[in-house]
């Protein structure tokens, strides 16, 4: 039975109370739009990061690396199917819709996903810092969803992202045991990829956000970008590199490492499509896209096998 609410103030009672929306249920029309627009940001991100992920399967060195890109791609393609079919059913886009207006550039993805991967190193620096603060955002929505059907797949995603960052802590302690010349390829790496992870959680929340208000989100974005910094300061410390932050500080009362002041000039720029590698990752995933529209059109053909004539 479809449930439905007197008027906002009666439907936050609903969630404060950890009520959990389904999508046949009568919702405020600011929750869908909110909602809907979270879970595309997601699928999206979920799709650019497996094309990237595939643009490095004959670059991979070794089988046994090559194994681990070819399952985390699969993974990647598999979140962004399973989140684009979430947000389909609320009715405000279609599944086409939504990739159309990502491959013209008129919809977001991650930060992360509007840069370039040069070397392996790039790709085990992702797995190490970009898949972990992707997880963490991700439990912290799981944590406390209260839109059913979002939490339910992120259910899923969540174990494989758990896969993926293991992945990537297994790569970085094999490079730490490299040579110089890979280690120094790792510490280039990190240099690249430290700050976009870091940006990843987004500046401070908004004191009136409402993904936190409507139990979309229950961490605000500091808290989970502070988190991650005191896990990644001295984990790659402790594995003999360096993070490329000037200002990086110490307290020792509070026991907790500072980055310093953070650019956000770099976010702003994803956002609007600007970032270093957006123009030629959205036009290949357009491409890609164009380059596979005879096996849609096969699949809406009528079911021919077994016919008789
Ligand atoms: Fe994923
Ligand atoms: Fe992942």
Known sequence: MPRTWTDMDDFEAFLDD???VEVDDDMPDEYRNAVFAFIEMHANSELMGGLTERDWIPRTPGLRHKMSVLAKTQDEIGHGHLLYMVAADMGIKTRTEM????????????NVFHYKAHTWGDQVAIAFLVDAAALASQQAVFK?????????????????????MRLGEDRMMRIAEGTETQKQ?????????????????????????????????SERNEVLRDKWVQKFVPMLH????????????????????????IDWEPLKRTLAQGGPDSERRIREARENWERTAWVRAAMEQPDTVGATT
């Open 18 to 20: 950890g009520g959990i």
């Open 99 to 110: 990739l159309e207006d990502l491959f013209a550039g008129r919809s977001r993805f991650h």
């Open 144 to 164: 406390n969803c209260s839109y059913g059907p979002y939490r339910r797949i992120l259910k899923r995603i969540i174990s494989e992202e758990g896969f993926h």
């Open 185 to 217: 390829i790792f510490q280039d790496s990190l240099d690249r990829w430290f700050w976009p992870a870091l940006q990843l959680f987004g500046p401070d929340s908004k004191p009136n956000d409402v993904l936190l208000r409507w139990h979309i989100k």
């Open 238 to 261: 402790s594995y003999g590199f360096s993070v490329p932050a000037p200002d990086l500080s110490y307290d020792d009362e509070t026991g907790k490492w500072d980055v310093g002041p």
